[in-house]
């Protein structure tokens, strides 16, 4: 069983920083690739980061990347969301998710389990 429970979100004013966590209660967590996805009001879920396994390989979407970095700690079953340069758009529910399958890692219709989310709102 996979549980996992997200915090670190919060209000920053834009251009500040956030570190979200998710952390996995369950068991065969180093078995799953990990991933962060947010949601806008009004928008679909969208993808911002994932991690391989073994944290040899991370992926980014276009719009966050080089303002975020995803990390892993197998021996914390957690993993980590840094972002910086914060804008007001970035505003939405973060959500972090494990996925099984070896592909789609980009898809959050392809993951397996969810946490509940954790508001981050920027301010301008």
């Known amino acids: 069983q996979v549980q996992l429970v997200e915090s670190g979100g919060g209000l920053v004013q834009a251009g500040g920083s956030l570190r979200l966590s998710c952390t996995n209660s369950?068991?065969?967590?180093?078995?799953?690739?990990m991933g962060w996805f947010r949601q806008a009001p009004g928008k679909e879920r969208e993808f911002a980061a994932a991690i391989s396994r073994s944290a040899g390989a991370t992926y980014y979407a276009d719009s966050v990347n080089g303002r975020i970095t995803i990390s892993r700690d197998n021996a914390k079953n957690t993993v980590y969301l840094q972002m910086n340069s914060l804008k007001p758009e970035d505003t939405a529910v973060y959500y972090c998710?494990?996925?099984?399958?070896?592909?789609?890692?980009?898809?959050?219709?392809?993951?397996?389990?969810w946490g509940q989310g954790t508001q981050v709102t920027v301010s301008s």
């Open positions: 998710a494990a996925i099984v399958a070896r592909t789609g890692y980009t898809d959050y219709l392809k993951y397996d389990y």
């Open positions: 369950g068991r065969t967590y180093s078995s799953h690739v």
